[in-house]
């Protein structure tokens, strides 16, 4: 075989040797498959309206949705917190699955355990696995807390982690006074942002509930299921600082996910202090960052007595200053002239690059909050956007979009596909193209389809590096925001010009 210690190739290159090429024709013949010509009839096909019609009339079967299920955002909501362990009721492969898809993602080592819950549990119930999981995980990895949400399975079999939890610290599995928030996370409904919010709803009560409230001058923010937590997050401190308001990031994820190269592994590193959670109850009022997708939250917010303000992914001009007005308003405190610079500065690259952005047609698909952020964007550059794919679409995110795109002449051709997936998108890029497809890795399929130029914004970025560094909110992550757009937009404009083209020009 052409692979060895000696010289070690990527499978891009391995797959290509002579070795490997005998043995995918060899697998061809053994499965019978069907002729090349024959293949590329029906790809083809499945690219025409009428078949967009009959895919559009499927109701009962979802193909390649762009959203993931409750408990990977149940881990992300509580690795937030200082010392502690994500833990899920349910299998060894759920839980794996989650620590791949966020290591794939932020490339760093992602600690949650399960109970391991196997054919037994599910006929019998979990309680067993609970109470040995619970000591397990406390004895072995020392945490401060530990945060239970559920899977299919726990959910199907009807396990209450109340009760379960109660009946763990009555056995000594761990201390009674050690501190277990929990969420039911059934992943058969909704999507990761709705497990972020009900984990972090789960939090909160636990911090809370019980605590007399006495306001103070501070105020929450949170960034909701968000995979550029890491550098949002620290984007969203700064911006505070400078205008120097006191606060607390409830379920902080910055340091979690982006742990240095030290010499030393830190199981826990990062989070939201416990005591700094639970003081947080006397803020005035909490910023979501993604109100959508924390709607649970902030009703509890609320309910407490303090006021909740909901955002959408303050990315661009008029997404930033709805927030900084929103804490300027809860604290008092003024817009200083150093952010009006850098407001000024967004406003001004727009500018620069406005010929090369007017009228350009998007396609886009994610999470509801990031699509407003996104789609307001694209509105505020002159760009068109004409497909919006929601998979994981709420009623309140409907009514939001169309608000939007009916505020701007920019938006009159859009059209919301809210509950679509995206095998609809294939056919919604292949009936009516556009310029440019915005969306996460998983759009790179529909990028080589229908050759449709791919900006990967959203979560998951697999198969790139570090995106999730650089800030999308912001003024300074509208800037990034707008550099990748016009990175591919400049991109495509050049290999269109292979053909030997005069406009193959240095400036642009």
Same mark, same amino acid.
């Given at each position: 075989m052409a692979q060895s210690a000696e010289k070690v190739l990527d499978h891009s290159a391995l797959f290509q040797t002579p070795e490997y090429k005998e043995l995918f024709e060899r697998k061809r013949v053994f499965e019978h498959t069907v002729p090349v010509?024959?293949?590329?009839?029906?790809?083809?096909?499945?690219?025409?309206?009428?078949?967009?019609?009959?895919?559009?009339?499927?109701?009962?079967?979802?193909?390649?949705?762009?959203?993931?299920?409750?408990?990977?955002?149940?881990?992300?909501?509580a690795a937030g917190f200082e010392g502690t362990l994500p833990y899920v009721h349910g299998s060894q492969g759920c839980v794996a699955y989650f620590r791949s898809h966020f290591n794939r993602h932020f490339k760093e080592p992602v600690s949650a355990v399960s109970d391991s819950m196997t054919e037994d549990a599910a006929v019998f119930g979990g309680l067993t696995n609970m109470v040995d999981g619970l000591a397990n995980a406390y004895a072995l990895y020392k945490p401060k807390m530990i945060a239970v949400s559920t899977t299919c399975m726990a959910e199907v079999i009807g396990d209450d982690l109340d009760a379960f939890i109660k009946t763990a610290k009555d056995k000594g599995s761990i201390p009674k006074d050690f501190p277990v928030p929990f969420a039911h996370t059934p992943s058969f409904v909704g999507s990761h942002v709705t497990g972020y919010d009900n984990m972090l709803k789960g939090c909160l009560t636990h911090f809370w509930e019980g605590r007399e409230r006495k306001e103070s001058a501070s105020i929450n923010i949170n960034g909701g299921f968000d995979g550029y937590c890491v550098a949002n997050l620290r984007e969203v401190k700064r911006l505070l600082a400078e205008m120097d308001v006191e606060y607390t990031v409830l379920s902080d994820t910055s340091d979690v996910y982006d742990t240095p190269t030290n010499g030393e592994f830190n199981m826990f590193a990062g989070g939201t202090r416990y005591d700094d959670a639970v003081n947080a109850l006397h803020a005035k009022g909490t910023i979501f960052m993604q109100g959508i997708s924390a709607a649970k939250s902030a009703e509890y917010v609320e309910k407490v007595g303090?006021?909740?303000?909901?955002?959408?992914?303050?990315?661009?001009?008029?997404?930033?200053?709805?927030?900084?007005?929103?804490?300027?308003?809860?604290?008092?405190?003024?817009?200083?002239?150093?952010?009006?610079?850098?407001?000024?500065?967004?406003?001004?690259?727009?500018?620069?690059?406005?010929?090369?952005?007017?009228?350009?047609?998007?396609?886009?698909?994610?999470?509801?909050?990031?699509?407003?952020?996104?789609?307001?964007?694209?509105?505020?550059?002159?760009?068109?956007?004409?497909?919006?794919?929601?998979?994981?679409?709420?009623?309140?995110?409907?009514?939001? $979009?169309?608000? !939007? %795109? #009916?505020?701007? @002449?920019?938006?009159?051709?859009?059209?919301?596909?809210? +509950? /679509?997936? *995206?095998?609809? $998108?294939?056919? !919604? %890029? #292949?009936?009516? @193209?556009?310029?440019?497809?915005?969306?996460?890795?998983? +759009? /790179?399929? *529909?990028?080589?389809?229908?050759?449709?130029?791919?900006?990967?914004?959203?979560?998951?970025?697999?198969?790139?590096?570090?995106?999730?560094?650089?800030?999308?909110?912001?003024?300074?992550?509208?800037?990034?925001?707008?550099?990748?757009?016009?990175?591919?937009?400049?991109?495509?404009?050049?290999?269109?010009?292979?053909?030997?083209?005069?406009?193959?020009?240095?400036?642009?």
């Open positions: 010509d024959e293949v590329k009839k029906t790809c083809d096909w499945t690219k025409t309206w009428e078949y967009r019609e009959i895919n559009f009339s499927r109701e009962v079967l979802t193909i390649n949705p762009a959203k993931a299920c409750q408990p990977l955002g149940a881990v992300m909501a303090q006021k909740a303000v909901s955002l959408h992914c303050p990315i661009g001009v008029a997404g930033t200053d709805a927030f900084l007005m929103a804490v300027s308003e809860l604290t008092g405190k003024p817009i200083p002239a150093s952010l009006e610079l850098e407001r000024g500065r967004l406003v001004d690259a727009i500018a620069d690059s406005q010929a090369y952005l007017h009228g350009k047609k998007f396609a886009l698909f994610g999470d509801p909050d990031m699509l407003l952020g996104l789609t307001g964007f694209l509105l505020e550059l002159g760009a068109e956007p004409v497909h919006i794919v929601c998979t994981n679409s709420t009623k309140d995110f409907v009514e939001k $979009m169309e608000q !939007l %795109l #009916a505020a701007s @002449p920019f938006g009159q051709e859009a059209k919301l596909w809210p +509950g /679509k997936d *995206l095998w609809h $998108m294939r056919s !919604l %890029l #292949a009936t009516e @193209p556009v310029d440019f497809l915005i969306g996460s890795s998983h +759009g /790179k399929y *529909l990028e080589r389809d229908t050759g449709t130029p791919l900006i990967r914004i959203g979560f998951p970025i697999f198969d790139r590096h570090h995106h999730h560094r650089f800030p999308i909110w912001g003024y300074q992550g509208g800037l990034n925001v707008l550099v990748k757009i016009l990175d591919k937009i400049f991109d495509t404009l050049d290999a269109s010009t292979v053909d030997g083209s005069p406009s193959f020009d240095l400036v642009r």
